[in-house]
């Protein structure tokens, strides 16, 4: 998961962010709420943890921010040094999906970020795998199964896709795909996304007739939607040609 962290205190800050990419998740940190809302204007992330008292912007317009502007409810992690039960409704109120005071335990913070992923992002899971309708994929191996049948995909192909149909609807900014799915991306251009999105699109057979329709969204990213017309699809047995 990518995880935007919004906090001026450094050490806070880097406490937050080790903690996070402990757990094995990416953790982008910001120290200005403006630049904050820069980044939210052209990237996604799967969650925000946000401090009130910031530079330039409080967390709480932030918030506001976020909630009146997202078109996918992303879950919101309050934490500050605020305690007072009166600051905790507000920030409930304004759209916060949990709320913790400073000082916290680690252990704490774990299972607050644990719990609000696992409401926001649920997936049909048992003994490893991850079942999206005809597609079943297998966490441990890293195969993937469309209706019983086994599609060949390279490790970040795999990844890809699993991205993609973990967040059916969402729109995925291209340095949100890049980051989680080459762990960083460090070298990795838009090209070479694009040239990997198009071979998941073709050996998985992303396309309306056969229940999904995966969109390149203008200077931002992709989003994978599912139609109306589900018939379910057939897996390709031979790489097509890159569109």
């Known amino acids: ?62 918030l506001h921010w976020v909630r009146s502007h997202e078109e996918n409810r992303v879950p919101v992690l309050f934490v500050t040094n605020r305690a007072d039960e009166r600051d905790m409704i507000q920030v409930m109120d304004a759209g916060a999906d949990d709320y913790m005071s400073k000082p916290y335990t680690i252990p704490s913070m774990l299972c607050r970020i644990h719990a609000l992923l696992r409401r926001a992002y649920p997936c049909a899971r048992k003994e490893g795998k991850a079942v999206f309708g005809a597609y079943e994929f297998d966490l441990c191996l890293r195969s993937v199964l469309v209706n019983g049948r086994p599609v060949d995909l390279t490790l970040k192909e795999f990844h890809l896709a699993h991205l993609l149909l973990s967040n059916e609807g969402r729109l995925l900014s291209r340095q949100h795909m890049i980051d989680l799915v080459w762990n960083t991306g460090a070298g990795v251009n838009s090209r070479t996304l694009d040239t990997h999105i198009s071979q998941v699109r073709n050996k998985l057979n992303l396309r309306p007739e056969n229940g999904y329709r995966l969109m390149s969204v203008y200077s931002m990213g992709y989003r994978l939607e599912s139609t109306t017309r589900a018939t379910p699809p057939e897996a390709h047995s031979q790489e097509p040609a890159i569109a």
Do not use: N, T
């Open 1 to 62: 998961m990518r995880i935007a962290l919004l906090e001026d205190d450094p050490a806070q800050a880097d406490l937050m962010r080790s903690v996070i990419r402990a757990m094995g998740h990416d953790c982008q940190a910001y120290d200005s709420g403006r630049e904050f809302l820069r980044i939210l204007r052209r990237e996604s992330f799967d969650m925000l943890v946000l401090d009130w008292s910031v530079p330039d912007l409080s967390g709480l317009e932030v």
